[in-house]
């Protein structure tokens, strides 16, 4: 297919990637020129703006910060919709609010696009192998259409229902990962205090019922101190956020949640946004009285 990409930053950039490796023609626009120029060099082509990429396009994938930046890009001045043709599929794979994400589909097919909320679960390591989880709300016959472009990108794809439903389970993701980070870094500076090798602890947790890929992968993590982002703690906040306002509008309690948003501000109050997620652990250990473990 002839498909756009606008928003090549940690994870935008191998999503990008993969799509050439696949076999498809790729244009490519982004706010700094230096990310553009990776693309280009394996083979996309630059344009000057989202406009120009989707006047190349078929479908437009787009992964920036926030729902303010999906719009710009989408409805803005020189956006996609600018240069869209009629029938054109923007497939959104930021984080947004479900409701952010219904309002823009619902304008998007004012000017002829329609638009597909696809989030993504498994980081920058699962942006480069191409082993995503994809979460896909919006029109089921668009879905089919750019099916080949999600199988370039991710291993699970899953139509979960009608435009904002992708947003609504990557919201259930961020709260079972959002509040299992801390709990695993609550677990690991526990046994720390408590005189027993956290490794220990770790390995033998894994061959039981509290097994899960988080402890099984943040947890070595953490106990290697390897804070090095693959998903930044100030995004992970902005989630938490998208998740405890459509739990508020719901009359919906997430207490556990609400909890882990909490830590993950106290990360951006103890200079910590930039690093990791699992830097959570510092937090903890902080709050325990050893300022000396933090590095």
């Known amino acids: 297919m002839n498909v756009g990409f606008v928003g090549l930053g940690l994870m935008g950039r191998p999503m990008a990637l993969n799509l050439l490796k696949a076999g498809h023609a790729v244009s490519v626009w982004a706010r700094r020129v230096d990310s553009v120029q990776p693309l280009v060099d394996a083979g996309?082509?630059?344009?000057?703006?989202?406009?120009?990429?989707?006047?190349?396009?078929?479908?437009?994938?787009?992964?920036?910060?926030?729902?303010?930046d999906v719009e710009q890009i989408a409805l803005g001045a020189d956006g996609i919709a600018d240069g869209a043709a009629p029938g054109l599929v923007m497939i959104d794979m930021s984080t947004i609010a479900p409701a952010a994400a219904k309002a823009l589909s619902s304008r998007l097919a004012e000017r002829g696009v329609t638009m597909l909320d696809a989030p993504v679960s498994g980081g920058e390591a699962g942006a480069i192998a191409g082993s995503l989880t994809i979460m896909v709300g919006g029109d089921e016959a668009a879905f089919g259409r750019v099916r080949p472009l999600f199988e370039a990108m991710g291993r699970s794809i899953t139509y979960i229902g009608a435009s904002g439903a992708g947003q609504v389970a990557k919201a259930c993701n961020?709260?079972?990962?959002?509040?299992?980070?801390?709990?695993?870094?609550?677990?690991?500076?526990?046994?720390?205090?408590?005189?027993?090798?956290?490794?220990?602890?770790?390995?033998?947790?894994?061959?039981?019922?509290?097994?899960?890929?988080?402890?099984?992968?943040?947890?070595?993590?953490?106990?290697?101190?390897?804070?090095?982002?693959?998903?930044?703690?100030?995004?992970?906040?902005?989630?938490?956020?998208?998740?405890?306002?459509?739990?508020?509008?719901?009359n919906v309690a997430l207490p556990s949640a609400a909890v882990a948003a909490q830590l993950y501000a106290a990360m951006g109050g103890a200079g910590l946004a930039e690093e990791d997620s699992v830097a959570v652990l510092k937090v903890f250990e902080r709050m325990g009285g050893n300022p000396e473990d933090i590095t």
């Not at 082509?45 to 787009?62: D, G, K, L, N, Q």
Request: charged share 20%.
């Open 44 to 68: 996309a082509t630059a344009c000057a703006s989202p406009a120009a990429v989707a006047s190349r396009s078929e479908a437009v994938v787009t992964i920036v910060a926030d729902a303010p």
């Open 174 to 250: 961020q709260v079972l990962t959002g509040v299992g980070i801390a709990s695993v870094a609550e677990a690991m500076n526990f046994a720390r205090h408590s005189g027993v090798d956290p490794a220990a602890v770790r390995e033998v947790l894994t061959g039981g019922l509290a097994n899960s890929r988080i402890l099984e992968n943040h947890a070595a993590r953490m106990l290697a101190r390897n804070f090095a982002p693959g998903f930044k703690s100030w995004m992970h906040l902005k989630d938490m956020r998208i998740v405890l306002d459509e739990a508020h509008r719901l």
